[in-house]
T-cell receptor, first 113, second 117 residues
Framework: AQSVTQLGSHVSVSEGALVLLRCNYSSSVPPYLFWYVQYPNQGLQLLLKYTSAATLVKGINGFEAEFKKSETSFHLTKPSAHMSDAAEYFCAVSDAAGNKLTFGGGTRVLVKP | GAGVSQSPSNKVTEKGKDVELRCDPISGHTALYWYRQSLGQGLEFLIYFQGNSAPDKSGLPSDRFSAERTGGSVSTLTIQRTQQEDSAVYLC???????????????FGPGTRLTVL
């Protein structure tokens, strides 16, 4: 069974600093990888989706993620944190058929002024 | 363009009661998914509908859980004889054709927060 590991359940960054959220997957061949963001009392919003077209994936709100097969990683970054980035972030992989998502445990980001 | 809507937004029920949670997907979306988000288990897949195909029920935690999708649109998740461990946020999502399509995306609703007393 696939699994997704997000290192760090909580991350605190200063406004303007680099945001780095780590995600490792266990599947040997993940069809698709995703990063979602969840703001308080809201549903999940897609940040970006890896489809094998390119290893560096650019998403919304200035986020990007790099797929590294050798490291089975798909870390999310943003060069400069904004206060509005405070939220919970989830990494996910699809199953082989690309129909179901398996999520990591989530990382809650706190942005300090 | 309305997004995915879910009702009710909050539901409090007593242990042993049955509950129904509703999901209205985005118009024209053929794929519909239910997930559960709880403190202990994180985000878990429950069930997936795609068009007229038989649903993938592999994520349903017990036979107390069932779901149907009428007319290829609205879906209802039913939990019978609720237990306290069923307390969670139930999220619904829809996509145009299924996330297996490279350009397709799941759009999530705001969720229904279920509390079982």
């Amino acid at each position: 069974a696939q699994s997704v590991t997000q290192l760090g359940s909580h991350v605190s960054v200063s406004e303007g600093a680099l945001v780095l959220l780590r995600c490792n997957y266990s599947s040997s061949v993940p069809p698709y990888l995703f990063w979602y963001v969840q703001y308080p009392n809201q549903g999940l919003q897609l940040l970006l989706k890896y489809t094998s077209a390119a290893t560096l994936v650019k998403g919304i709100n200035g986020f990007e993620a790099e797929f590294k097969k050798s490291e089975t990683s798909f870390h999310l970054t943003k060069p400069s944190a904004h206060m509005s980035d405070a939220a919970e972030y989830f990494c996910a992989v699809s199953d082989a058929a690309g129909n179901k998502l398996t999520f990591g445990g989530g990382t809650r980001v706190l942005v300090k002024p | 363009g309305a997004g995915v809507s879910q009702s009710p937004s909050n539901k409090v029920t007593e242990k042993g009661k049955d509950v129904e949670l509703r999901c209205d997907p985005i118009s024209g979306h053929t794929a519909l998914y239910w997930y559960r988000q709880s403190l202990g288990q994180g985000l878990e897949f429950l069930i997936y509908f795609q068009g007229n195909s038989a649903p993938d029920k592999s994520g349903l935690p017990s036979d107390r859980f069932s779901a149907e999708r009428t007319g290829g649109s609205v879906s209802t998740l039913t939990i019978q004889r609720t237990q306290q461990e069923d307390s969670a946020v139930y999220l619904c999502a829809s996509s145009l054709a299924g996330i297996a399509e490279p350009t397709d995306t799941q759009y999530f609703g705001p969720g229904t927060r279920l509390t079982v007393l």
